[in-house]
């Protein structure tokens, strides 16, 4: 899917794979990688892509949740949660390629239920995550 515009662009740089050190291009990130035991890595100390991914999905997604509700007349509330699950695994129906698979479970207090799923599908349309992944990712949405 092609964007109309570019409104920002964010650059990174990775060295070493999963076991080495990712940076921005401004040095506001400067982290150190290391491979989950899951995948045959030591479990050090260091984030993987994994956890980038689900944190900035989860963020994003919120952003998503407040354009929503703005269009809606909705405040979206400053306690509202995203909790990102997302998981790495080999490609269904791609021998020796690996998939990833994201579940996004929502909370938005003071909404029922059917408002929240209502705004959370609608947020799913509207995320550039969601879009970005669309058909490439499973992406199982619920509401807490």
């Known amino acids: ?3 109309e515009k570019a409104l920002y662009t964010a650059r990174g740089t990775a060295t070493g794979g ?3 050190t990712a940076k921005s291009d401004d040095g506001r990130l400067d982290i150190q990688l290391s491979t989950p035991k899951a995948l045959g890595g030591d479990d050090g ?4 892509p994994e956890q980038l991914f689900a944190a900035g999905y989860a963020a994003c997604f919120i952003g998503a949740l407040k354009a929503v509700g703005a269009r809606h007349k909705k405040a979206i509330p400053a306690d509202a949660s995203i909790n990102a699950e997302v ?3 080999p490609h269904a129906g791609k021998p020796g390629a690996f998939g990833i ?3 996004l ?3 938005l207090p003071g909404f029922d239920k059917s408002e929240a799923e209502a705004l959370v599908a609608e947020a799913h349309e509207v995320c550039p995550y969601s879009n970005a992944t669309r058909g490439n990712v499973d992406v199982a949405l619920s509401v807490a």
Do not use: H, L, W
Request: without cysteine.
């Open 105 to 107: 479970t929502v909370s």
């Open 87 to 89: 998981s790495i695994g």
């Open 1 to 3: 899917m092609a964007i």
């Open 18 to 20: 999963r076991t080495g």
């Open 45 to 48: 100390a260091g984030t993987n």
């Open 101 to 103: 698979a994201v579940a």
